[in-house]
């Protein structure tokens, strides 16, 4: 399960992407996104939420427009040939995504291979929404751990927190696997110092209180303002 962002947090994220797009997110057009929805996503994930006609300003078309830029995404290998397909790994793992109004105080949630989808997932950042698909997923595979209570930080004794911090490598829980999309997003070629100053708070709001174990040399290599 994913908790949201605070809600001043929330507002300055979202005013910012609405008066400068960001260069690493293309705008697909409406009638792209309701051909993909029709002939790709909804058979991918067997989707269901609570709009039964697409809308490019619905929940079905935000949902559509989070699956785009996880589609479209496309990244530099790194220096070992690797670079991850995050559609893909979601296709692969996720089963269904469903719609949950019964969830004010997350983002989304996980039961076996189905996403649940609260309403503060719509109402999230363009970036946010695909690392909370990417986070969640990692429920759904059998080698991720669970969150487990929180030491100390902004949510002691919440099961809101990965035990380790994994340096951006695909191990941990779903927090780790939110600081391995945006390490990978903020490398992209195509990121701009708005962009990545975006990408940056995501991850300065995950590092360090998401993490019982976390050193101080890691929390300085990725916190940064």
């Given at each position: 399960?994913?908790s949201?962002?605070?809600?001043?947090?929330?507002?300055?994220?979202?005013?910012?992407?609405?008066?400068?797009?960001?260069?690493?997110?293309?705008?697909?057009?409406?009638?792209?996104?309701?051909?993909?929805?029709?002939?790709l996503?909804?058979?991918?994930?067997?989707?269901?939420?609570?709009?039964?006609?697409?809308?490019?300003?619905?929940?079905?078309?935000?949902?559509?427009?989070?699956?785009y830029?996880?589609?479209?995404?496309d990244?530099k290998?790194?220096?070992?040939?690797?670079?991850?397909?995050?559609?893909?790994?979601?296709?692969?793992?996720?089963?269904?995504?469903?719609?949950?109004?019964?969830?004010?105080?997350?983002?989304?949630?996980?039961?076996?291979?189905t996403?649940?989808?609260?309403?503060?997932?719509?109402?999230?950042?363009r970036?946010?929404?695909?690392?909370t698909?990417?986070?969640?997923?990692?429920?759904?595979?059998?080698?991720?751990?669970?969150?487990?209570?929180?030491?100390?930080?902004?949510y002691?004794?919440?099961?809101?927190c990965?035990?380790?911090?994994?340096?951006?490598?695909w191990?941990?829980?779903?927090?780790?696997?939110?600081i391995?999309?945006?390490?990978w997003?903020?490398?992209?070629?195509?990121?701009?110092?708005l962009s990545?100053?975006i990408?940056?708070?995501?991850?300065?709001?995950?590092?360090?209180?998401?993490?019982?174990?976390?050193t101080?040399k890691?929390?300085k290599?990725?916190?940064?303002?």
């Amino acid at each position: 399960m994913k908790s949201k962002l605070p809600a001043h947090i929330i507002v300055l994220i979202t005013y910012l992407l609405t008066i400068f797009p960001l260069q690493t997110l293309a705008a697909p057009t409406c009638s792209m996104l309701k051909d993909q929805w029709n002939n790709l996503y909804v058979k991918d994930f067997d989707i269901s939420l609570n709009k039964a006609t697409f809308s490019c300003t619905n929940d079905n078309g935000i949902l559509a427009s989070t699956l785009y830029d996880l589609e479209t995404a496309d990244f530099k290998p790194n220096p070992s040939g690797y670079k991850p397909n995050f559609y893909a790994r979601i296709e692969k793992n996720v089963g269904h995504i469903k719609y949950d109004d019964g969830c004010p105080k997350s983002i989304a949630y996980t039961y076996e291979d189905t996403i649940y989808l609260c309403r503060q997932f719509f109402i999230d950042n363009r970036i946010s929404r695909a690392s909370t698909l990417v986070h969640e997923m990692r429920h759904t595979q059998k080698d991720a751990p669970v969150h487990v209570s929180c030491d100390g930080g902004k949510y002691p004794e919440k099961l809101a927190c990965d035990q380790d911090f994994f340096d951006a490598h695909w191990e941990g829980s779903g927090y780790n696997a939110d600081i391995f999309y945006l390490a990978w997003t903020l490398k992209r070629g195509m990121n701009n110092e708005l962009s990545k100053s975006i990408i940056q708070s995501e991850i300065n709001w995950i590092i360090p209180d998401r993490f019982n174990n976390i050193t101080d040399k890691m929390i300085k290599k990725w916190r940064r303002k």
